[in-house]
C-alpha cells in the first residue's frame, strides 16, 4: 500500500515494507516488516498535451527517510529495528540511525519531526531551498493526518494483510509498494 502526500516541493510517501538485509549488523539478522516514510522532492513536469492536460509529477529522490521496522520473529509493537536515516546521499541511505525515543514513541517522535520540516532539513544537511515557502506550513498542517495513515498501516502489518514476504519465495527481496 502506498499513500502519498504532496505539497508545493516536498512530498511524503508512506507504505508498507518487508525487508530482509543482505548485510546486517549483528543483533539486526532475519526479515524487517513495517512501515517506512520519505520525505520525497517533487519535480512538476511539463504539460504533454493541451493546457487541459493533466500535469505530470514526479516523485524524486527522497531527502529523509524513517523506517517503523520490528523483527518478523520478534514481539509485535516492539519497535525493536526502528529507526532513521539522517543522511542519504542521492538515492542512498546513509547508516541507520537508532534513538530510544524513535523505538519508545514512534508516532510522537514521527509526528514531531513532521511538524519541524525546517529542522529535519537542517539535520540532513539539505538545502532549505529544496523546499517551498509554504511546504513547511502544509505539511505541519497534515502531520496528524500522516500519523494516522501510518498508524492504520502498522495495523495492517501487524494483522499481516500488509508487510508480508515476497510471493516468489526469495528471502532476499524488499518488498514494498513503491520500492
Sequence with gaps: MLYLFGF???????SDIYFV??????????????????????EPG???????SARPINVD????RVDLLESVNGTPGSFNRTHHHPTIDGWEPGRR????????????????????????????????DEAGPVDAARLRERAPEIIDTVARLLDDVRSGELGS???????????????
Excluded at 538485509?21 to 517533487?42: H, N, S, T
Excluded at 529522490?61 to 529523509?64: E, G, K, T, Y
Design 97 to 128: 540511525a537508532f534513538d530510544k525515543q524513535l523505538s519508545q514513541e514512534p508516532l510522537k517522535w514521527l509526528g514531531e519531526r513532521l511538524a519541524d520540516l525546517d529542522g529535519v532539513l537542517a539535520e540532513t544537511g539539505v538545502s532549505p
Design 61 to 64: 529522490r527522497p531527502l529523509w
Design 8 to 14: 508545493e516541493r516536498i512530498g511524503v510517501a508512506v
Design 21 to 42: 538485509d543482505p548485510a546486517p549488523e549483528k543483533g539486526q539478522e532475519g526479515a524487517e516488516r513495517g512501515v517506512r516514510l520519505e520525505i520525497r522532492r517533487l
Design 165 to 179: 514476504a515476497p510471493g516468489d519465495g526469495s528471502a532476499t527481496n524488499v518488498r514494498a509498494s513503491w520500492l
Design 46 to 52: 511539463e504539460l504533454k498535451g493541451s493546457i487541459y
